[in-house]
């Protein structure tokens, strides 16, 4: 695989996944397509924008003329689609953008690979597809997709388009799904990276219910290996899932944050849950790892360690996403490269 399209290589994982292809691999060439919505952030790729593989293109997966023609100009060997809308609080507030990104842009993208002959498609999603488990039990790819949310519903529904053009058209597609990231680089609206933002600066910290929301948590460098693994050693047609194994209530990690800043557990404020809340997310990840060879490597406690210590030493990038000032500084930085 030397040249791959990745949609959404601004936002917080694809940003991620493109530094490390680009640190693993010397022969490789990547385009990374995104909108730069309000999550996609230019400066997360800063150090390798002068990169001789990587190139940057703006632009939106479900405008079907531009992708078919970005797709006719490279002889692209894979594209890897990202670029999705993927907070469940603002679809639940409004799904549109979620339809239209997470459904209409796959289909675009799907039959723009077909017309090419992409030889592999990575659909990146979510264990929120498949629903919420119990006290017991995990995820397996044989689990039924049952989304709870309208986030989830059009994760899964992208899902289903791309096992469906595996199976009618014989695209060579395979899908990823992974627990609850976090690391570096992620926006502050999700919870690791708003806590610790609001926790630095004495806000409350917003906890959903009674905290007992459990969830699964994987490092994202953990989670781009996994990518990379099925999309170099994957069956086609297969679905792969990765977890870190790291399963914590909301309020426990919540109270984790607290204690490495060293602040009062008095800035938890607990606020009504929000509609559908799905209780309980966890992984069984040995397909990954019998068939790709993966397994998540990160510990918990150290990634946690690394991910605050991050967040403190680029106050700068968190106060430019809170403040909403970042479209400015990317006019102020980039200028007319925004429209290339």
Known sequence: MRHILVTGGCGFIGSNFIRYQLSEYSDISIT???KLTYAGNLENL???????????VKGDIADSNFVNSL???TDFDAVINFAAESHVDRSILDSG??????????????????????KRFVQVSTDEVYGSLGLEGLFTEETPIAPNSPYSASKAA???????YYKTFDLPAIITRCS????????????????????????DLPIYGAGTNVRDWIHVNDHCRGIDAALRKGEVGQVYNFGGNTEMQNIEITRVILKLLKKPESLIKYVTDRPGHDMRYAIDCSKAESELGWKPETEFQSGLDATLKWYQENLDWVNRIRSGKYLQYYDQQY???LNT
């Open 180 to 203: 609850n990231n976090y690391g570096p680089y992620q926006f502050p609206e999700k919870l690791i990276p708003l806590f610790i933002s609001n926790a630095m600066e004495d806000k």
């Open 46 to 56: 800063k150090e390798i924008e002068s990169h001789s593989g990587y190139k940057f």
């Open 97 to 118: 953008p979620f339809i239209q990104t997470n459904i209409v842009g796959t289909q675009i993208l799907l039959d723009a690979s077909r017309k090419q002959n992409i």
């Open 335 to 337: 200028g007319n490269r």
């Open 71 to 73: 797709l006719e100009s």
């Open 32 to 34: 990374n397509l995104d």
């Open 158 to 164: 992208a899902d289903l388009l791309v096992r469906s």
